[in-house]
């Protein structure tokens, strides 16, 4: 063991022998190297070839030099009040002289101010805008896609229009079919706010907020009202909507919000296939009217106001419907078939082969021609059938919506359409008066006649369901469905 030891020790003594011959070894190389590049520096400034950079820095230096000695004059005259009088009497010499530094005192003072304005509004702190909860459609395609969605508060752009607080709100047919792309092409010309997403709803009831300075309606803020709006406008199933006053009126005392917004847009539908079939309550009395889906929002109007004004009403329903529209006081009921298509006089896998089959017999049966005939829901056969059971002069009115050609065209197309937009707009604008695009005809005056009949007792508001906005996509299905009777609403009573 001690001879371990001194073996390691014998080697740590030569390993430190070893260290420090190299270390000396490497200071002495080091001493050397800079020893050569002393000698290289002396060497480089000593030759000929360098005088001409040491010439360069001289007259740099020089020259740094002479600028700093004449901007201390410079500052020394400046501070000579006599200096400058003269000086400026040099520069205004002349006319020109002057007008040059008016000019240029005018455009500096410009700029200053320009730049301080723009400042203040860079530096502005950032609000971020209002918003609102909604029920839109985030694509089109399909039915998928409304949901319940924030979107920003609308603003008041014109004096005429109204600012709303949506109480409740009502879905139609033309709801789907707006989230399927209806209108979308002409709508994207016509407005002027994002395409998506796009606020559904054609009909609300609500309380008034905010008039327009000239307005002349005659609404307050805190009166309830109901609205409309049509199928190229942005829709009104929101929190807040804004609406011209030609689209509002003061809603029936007798009912509550939910009731009220079930009426808006399907009486005015039904209003205006009254007045294209000439019908009336001075002339209805005695007609055979025939309402094809009596209880589709637009056929629980129809019912109601002929039968009051005196006709003799038959309407078509399923067989889950038949109370309702007994109730409503159609005389004659054709069931045309029930809950599933199986229900019907024969099987088929096409219901609007059974429809029509069951509609076809039953007026062979019954042996009654009809005055006019209604129809208020889409339906895919062909209604030229219905000729032989139509009164002499008798009519056949469709009160659905037709689909829009715009919708179809192409790239040269979709230019024309542009340019006839764009004329019609600024002929509105130049005789003051928003151009009509199309659709069922909408007005105040409508709703007030309508209001009218409500209060009156003629007629009834027909609710099917009130759902939450959350579930404003099972309500869009609804209404498409057969079980749905009367108008689907959507309450924002205790939206927060």
């Avoid at 609710?463 to 939450?468: G, K, R, S």
Wanted: proline share 4%.
């Amino acid at each position: 063991m001690d001879e371990v030891v001194f073996r390691m020790e014998q080697n740590l003594e030569a390993f430190q022998v070893r260290m420090g011959m190299a270390a000396e070894s490497g200071m002495r190389i080091v001493r050397q190297a800079s020893d050569e590049g002393r000698n290289m520096a002396l060497r480089a400034l000593r030759d000929p070839s360098f005088d001409g950079v040491r010439n360069s820095f001289q007259s740099i230096w020089s020259s740094c030099l002479e600028l700093l000695e004449r901007i201390r004059h410079s500052a020394v005259d400046m501070a000579d009040p006599n200096f400058l009088y003269d000086q400026l009497q040099l520069y205004f010499r002349d006319e020109i002289s002057r007008n040059n530094m008016f000019f240029v005192c005018v455009g500096l003072g410009l700029g200053t101010a320009g730049g301080f304005l723009l400042g203040l509004w860079l530096a502005r702190p950032s609000v971020s805008a209002p918003v609102m909860k909604s029920i839109s459609c985030s694509y089109f395609g399909a039915a998928e896609s409304v949901s319940l969605t924030r979107v920003s508060v609308p603003q008041m752009f014109s004096d005429t229009d109204i600012l709303i607080r949506i109480r409740a709100a009502s879905f139609h047919r033309l709801d789907e079919q707006i989230t399927r792309g209806y209108g979308r092409t002409l709508r994207r010309m016509i407005s002027n706010t994002p395409e998506t997403p796009l606020v559904l709803g054609r009909a609300a009831a609500g309380v008034v907020e905010a008039v327009g300075r000239d307005c002349r309606s005659g609404l307050e803020i805190g009166d309830e009202v109901w609205l409309v709006a049509p199928w190229y406008a942005p829709g009104v199933a929101a929190e807040v909507a804004v609406v011209p006053e030609s689209r509002v009126g003061r809603k029936p005392f007798i009912t509550g919000f939910e009731g009220a917004a079930s009426l808006p847009y399907s009486g005015c539908v039904a209003m205006g296939a009254l007045k294209q079939a000439d019908l009336g309550e001075h002339n209805c009395a005695g007609k055979r009217i025939l309402v094809q889906d009596g209880c589709s929002p637009v056929g629980c109007v129809l019912t109601q106001l002929a039968k009051k004004w005196g006709a003799t009403v038959t309407a078509t329903c399923y067989v889950r419907s038949v109370p309702v529209i007994r109730a409503l006081g159609a005389d004659d009921v054709i069931t045309l078939r029930g809950e599933s298509p199986s229900d019907g006089l024969f099987l088929s896998t096409d219901s609007s082969l059974v429809e029509k089959f069951n509609l076809s017999h039953a007026l062979a049966t019954r042996e009654v021609t009809f005055d006019v005939i209604f129809f208020t829901t889409f339906v895919s056969y062909d209604k030229s059938f219905l000729h032989k059971y139509l009164s002499p002069g008798g009519r056949i009115i469709d009160t659905c919506e037709m689909p829009l050609l715009s919708d179809d065209l192409g790239f040269l197309g979709r230019c024309f359409l542009s340019c006839f937009v764009a004329l019609r707009r600024f002929a509105g604008w130049v005789i003051r008066s928003p151009p009509d695009w199309g659709g069922p005809h909408l007005c105040h005056l409508t709703l007030d006649r309508l209001a009218g009949y409500v209060n009156e007792g003629l007629l009834q508001t027909v609710v099917d369901q009130v759902f939450t906005p959350e579930d404003a996509q099972r309500a869009i299905e609804h209404i498409c469905s057969e079980k749905a009777i009367g108008s689907t609403i959507v309450t924002f009573r205790d939206s927060k």
